[in-house]
């Protein structure tokens, strides 16, 4: 993500501001999937790893993950996703969220 972010690999931005980018998965689960990470890591390489001084940040971007719900065209529902060290599939050690949506999502997820 760090390259990403350092705009090294090209990606297909849909939200940026001053704490946070959000691009498109370039292996989609869903009609609409789109990733969404703080640009200031500051320690929070994932969400067990959060503390007080990110809740502000962790704020922002379940906020951001509303803008992007709306500016994608997603009122009929959408998945906010964090997974979480190992057991929690998470495959990137950057602190990052999956907007999911387009579709009818299935629960359980897996």
Known sequence: FDKILSKEI???????DEKALAFRDINPQAPVHVVLIPKIRDGLTQLSKAEEK???????????AKLIGEK?????????VINDGPLGCQSV?????????GRQLKWPPG
């Open 10 to 16: 090209p990606s297909t931005i849909v939200y940026e």
């Open 54 to 64: 990110h809740k502000d940040v962790l704020g922002h971007l379940l906020y951001v």
């Open 72 to 80: 994608e065209g997603l009122g009929d529902g959408y998945r906010v």
């Open 93 to 101: 050690y950057h602190l990052h969220l999956h907007i999911l949506g």
